[in-house]
């Protein structure tokens, strides 16, 4: 019996926009459902890339040039996708990654500039063609998101960057969910975290219709 390749979902928005919250209700709906889910995030999910991710969120790292933090995004992600995505995939088991190359895209291409085809090469190299068939966004003005984050302790080196830097981050992920509208779902993150959790419930309905019960 052939085992049906698992289905991924990413998850990406701004500061504040409710992740954590949204991600703990989607793993119990996803797994109410009977099916193995996967639980990871970016940058991290293996001891290599969590390695990375205290390097690259350490605020005593405030040196690190633009170019090196892209590349030990795709670092990371060349990892999770070779040791965790693409094994749990090929399982038949869900993926739920809390962010992926979007971010990248967000953070490293709209909010420090970095070139699109240079982020476009390395996606080509570091994910293998592994893409999600859906993207969730929870989309938030900056300034809400950043008001709800301020209460959380000691801020990591990209979160203390300037109101600017995260405007750029969210029209550039906005226009990456206007190109690309079967893939991504946007959702207005400024609801309550049920009507959050509603909307992107119903996002998953499609993805349903297709697993194995
Ligand atoms: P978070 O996942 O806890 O929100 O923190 C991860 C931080 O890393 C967040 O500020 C976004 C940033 N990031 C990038 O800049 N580029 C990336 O490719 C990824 C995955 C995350």
Avoid at 43 to 52: C, H, L, R, S, Y
Avoid at 64 to 85: D, G, K, P
Avoid at 93 to 114: E, I, K, P, T
Wanted: charged letters at 25%; one cysteine or more.
């Amino acid at each position: 019996m052939t085992t049906v390749r698992g289905k991924f979902i990413s998850l990406e928005g701004g500061e504040g926009a409710g992740k954590s919250t949204l991600l703990a209700g989607l793993r119990e709906c996803i797994e109410g459902h009977g099916i193995e889910l996967v639980l990871t995030r970016e940058p991290g999910g293996t001891g290599i890339g969590e390695a990375v991710r205290s390097i690259v969120l350490d605020p005593l790292h405030h040196g690190l040039a633009a170019e090196t933090e892209l590349l030990l995004m795709f670092a990371s992600r060349s990892q999770l996708v070779r040791e965790v995505i693409e094994p749990a995939l090929r399982a038949g088991r869900w993926v739920l990654c809390d962010r992926y190359v979007d971010a990248s895209y967000a953070y490293q291409g709209g909010g420090r500039g970095q070139p699109v085809e240079r982020i476009a090469e390395l996606e080509r190299w570091a994910c293998d063609g592994v893409q999600p068939e859906l993207t969730l966004l929870l989309d938030l003005p900056v300034a809400v998101g950043r008001a709800r984050a301020a209460g959380r302790g000691d801020a990591d080196r990209i979160e203390v960057e300037a109101d600017a830097f995260f405007e750029r981050v969210r029209a550039s992920y906005r226009e990456r969910a206007a190109a690309e509208p079967g893939r991504f779902r946007v959702i207005d993150a400024s609801q309550t975290p049920a009507a959050v959790l509603l909307a992107a419930t119903r996002a998953l309905t499609p993805l349903f219709g297709e697993a194995p019960r």
